[in-house]
Structure formats: C-alpha cells, structure tokens
C-alpha cells in the first residue's frame, strides 16, 4: 500500500476566524474546535489579497496575483453587462457603454510559461487530484490541473484505492452574499448578543447580517464534520493531512482591502504523528504558502520559480518576517493599494491618494452593512471611528494591530514611529523589486500584450512520436488517422507552444478523464485508440488529436 500522506482541503468561503477554538464567545463552531483539539491552529495566517479571484490565483500557482497579471476582480467579467442595467436613462452614445475597456474584458490571465497549477505537479507523482468545484483563478482551469472538477468530486472516486489523493472542498454558505437576507431568511443566533466591531454603526440591521453570517459558519461547521466523518469511515484519518483555511473576509473595510478584517484568515492543520494535539501557533504565514506547503509534504521538490514558502513537510523553511497584500481594480473601480505586515505592524500604501475610501462597487454596496454604513452617513449618525471610510485617502497608513487590532489609528505620521515606518517602507519596496508588480501597466495594456489583435493564443496540437525496434533515430511524426506500429513501442507526445501541458486518453467517451503526459509510455499489442490535446494557461485549448494504433 501507498504509504504516501492524502492531503484534504475544507475550505470556507469568505471567513474571518470567528471560531470558538480563535476565541470568539459568541460563534458555535463544535467541530472545528475538536478539529483544532487534533493539530494546530494558526493566529497569524494572512491573505494576499482581500478578494476571491486574485487570492485564488496565488494559491493554485504559488506565484502572487501582481507579480503574474491576475491582480484585477476578475478578469472573467464582461464589464459591458454591469453597466447595461444601470444607464437605461442614457444613450449609448452618451458614453459609458462605449468605455474602452469594454474591448478587452472579458479576458483569461496569460501566465509565464513555466507557471503551472500546483496540482499538477501531485499529478505528476501520482496523486488523484480532486477539487469540488470552486476554482475562480483568474484564468480558464487547464482541464490538466485536476483528475476531477466538478460537483461530484470526491477521493472516493479514484479507481485505485490505494492511490494517494490531494482533495478540495471549498463550502460557500459563508460567502459574503450569504448576510443578505434573500440568503438567509432564518436567523439562529441572537442579533442582540453579537458583538459589533467599533468601526460599524451598532443597529438592528448591522446586527442582524451579522448574526447571518455566524449562522453560515455554523452551517459550514457542520458540512466539515460530515466531511471528515466520512475519510475516518474510509479508514483514512491517520494518514491524511487536512488543513482548514479561507480566502479572505466577507465584511466591509474588509473584504477587497488589505486590513485585517479583509485578510486575516482562520488556517488549522492536523496531521497526525507530525503535528501535536493542542498546539498553537503565532507563525506568520500567507496563503500563497499553501500549494508549497503540499507539495513539501507531498516529498516534492519546490519549483524555483513559486513565491510562496513551505512551512511544514520535507522542504519546509524558516519562517517568514512579513506577508503581503495587494488591491486593485474590483468589478468597475480602478485602484491600487500595496499593503506588508508584520506580527505587530501594517503598512498600506495608496497609490490613488485622491479617491475615496468608497470607491464605488455596486456589489459591495449591496452589503446590508454597507447600506447601514450609508444610511447613517447620510443621517450623520456615525461616530468617528465609523467615519474612517469616508476620510481623505492617506498616502501611508501605519497601523498597530496588537494595540489596534481594527487598524482605527494611521501613525504614518507620528514620529515616535518613523522608524517603524521606514523598515515598513522598506520592506514593501524590497517585495515589489522581488516579485515584479504588473500593476504599473494599464490593464488595457496588459492584456494587448497577451492577446496579439484582440485574440486569445491558442495552443499548438500536439502530435505523437512512436519509439519502436527498427526506427531508432528516426522519429517519424504520427499528427492524424491510423497506423501499424511493431512491438514493443513507447510513446512520446509533444506540443510546439511553449510552457504547453499535455493529456491524453484512451477513452472514446464524451467526457473522458485525461491523464497528464510526463514521459513516454508503453503501448500493448492490439488495437487502441488515442486521444492527445494540449493546453496553457491562458491559451485556448489546442484541437484534439485523435489517432488509432495497430501493434503487431
């Protein structure tokens, strides 16, 4: 039997770590706090970024969002269709529906050639890779990062049992939209019990989506439970590492920014005999740590080019000084914010000083919170804690998040920090130099210089190449149709695009599973039928090749 770890994901969508095993007296979390009982809980693990697609993409690739082109929510957005149902009153020749943008969007993020979803490299080493379902990474998801995507996913379904699995389960329940009240029509904790923090207005409305999302986390709760009752029916436990972790938060001045409430993400692992029961850690660890950390535990070697560092596993390395975090266009409205943090200190630079802390995202207003926010704004009803958004935009922000933990109090200015300040600054240029920021370039730009004329680059169709007795050094090229091949036989498949994965089948069904390609592989005697296609990230799938070979 394979005695390599199984490896589990239960993600939760959108979700600070409002627990009971974090400390949070109100929440009613029973299966996370044994959960944690059973490993390690992490106070310090950090997003990098405070929205869905970008954070995503650096945990699949490893690589962050700004140093790849995937910074802006989200690239797949048809930015036409959001306007079109709020300028009924206008022509379209009176502007907006004609905005340039509209040209380019919606796009697929052209990675560097060597950049892979991590997954494939479990594939390569045999791991059944799983993921039920969400991806949101920014890019069309190579049909070669997963053995399975879909709804039905599951490490039950690998056809070897005894075949180790990386698995995903990401529970949406806890999504933002999950506190408006079309989402969650029945309450089960009490509105009058919540705690609001000091920078919301405390009204019944503000208290009630508040009481919907512990609601949703403890809905999750129990969906987690499930999940992992079912790998100890499966006598899977012992040797499976499961991590628990979310994207970001869901609360606004949280979710899209790069405070706390935005990107401070509950992380608990268990991995028995490895990991102690009961243990905490003050480790500081962002997200884009997460794919190196499996491949790390997995015994993989990690690939030079991740920006992410393990932190457990073979390859695991001394832990990091500082996370990172990034903002830019969400869903309509440009922006740029670049955002480094120790254990103690959060630096934030705004590079668009002179637009508001509101920025307008319609998605975002539609937060029951954030209607309150307004409501009271314009009724001058919010304290001045509670009027932090609609201040001036500071150049620099310095917060003290040990004495100040809702980031209320900016000492970019005070001089008893200037030290502080400068070692923050500091670090945050050190990063950009390091990993490269593509928000420099306009996105129109950007995306020009991947789709040459408005077209998305397709991948090359890859083609096959017999290696039989009797043709050594002759490589003949099979591209189409039937062929005699003599035994024994290796295949080699190749394809011309750079930085190009490849599949291949033997299946002849509709939807067949597809086997990624890393060296050559032997054919029987008979007849089969062989089906090769090729893709990139952010290349359109190349044409199926499909051939059939006789060997005699």
Known sequence: ??????????????????????????ARTPNLDKFASEGCLYTHCFSTSGVCAPARSAIITGMYSISVGTHH?????????????????????????????????????????????????????????????????????????WDECSPNAHWRNRPDKNQPFFAVFNLMKTHESGMWKENCPEIKFDPDKIKVPPIYPDTPKVREALARMY?????????????????????????????HWSDHGPLPRGKRWPYDLGIHVPLIIRWPGHIKPETKSDRLISTIDLGPTVLSIAGIPIPSHMQGIPFLGKYAKGPRRYIYASRDRHDESYDMVRAVRDKRFKYIRNYYPELPYTIWTPYMDKHPIMEEIWRCY????LSKEQLLMFEKRQVEELYDTVNDPHETKNLAENPEYKNVLKRMRKALDNWLKEVGDMGKFSEEQMVRSWYPEGRQPETAKPFIIPIFKGNWGMNPIISEGTYKLKYPVLIQLYCLTQGASIGYTFQENENPHWLLYTKPFNLNRGKTVLRVKATRIGYKESKELKVVLNVE
């Open 1 to 26: 039997m394979d005695k390599r770890p199984n490896i589990l994901w239960i993600s939760f969508e959108d979700t600070n770590p409002f627990y009971g095993c974090y400390g949070d007296s109100v």
């Open 73 to 145: 929510m989200r690239t797949t957005h048809t930015l036409k269709g959001h306007f079109k149902n709020l300028i009924k009153p206008l022509k379209p020749e009176e502007g907006i529906l004609n905005m340039v943008y509209d040209d380019f969007t919606p796009y697929s993020s052209v990675l560097p050639p060597y950049v892979k979803c991590f997954t494939e490299y479990l594939r390569a080493e045999g791991y059944y890779c799983t993921n039920n379902f969400k991806t949101d990474y920014q890019f069309e998801v190579p049909f070669t990062a």
């Open 215 to 243: 609601t949703n986390i403890e809905y999750n709760d129990r969906i987690f439970g499930e999940i992992l009752k079912q790998l100890e029916e499966d006598g899977l436990s012992d040797n499976t590492v499961v991590f």
């Open 378 to 381: 314009l009724e001058g009803k």
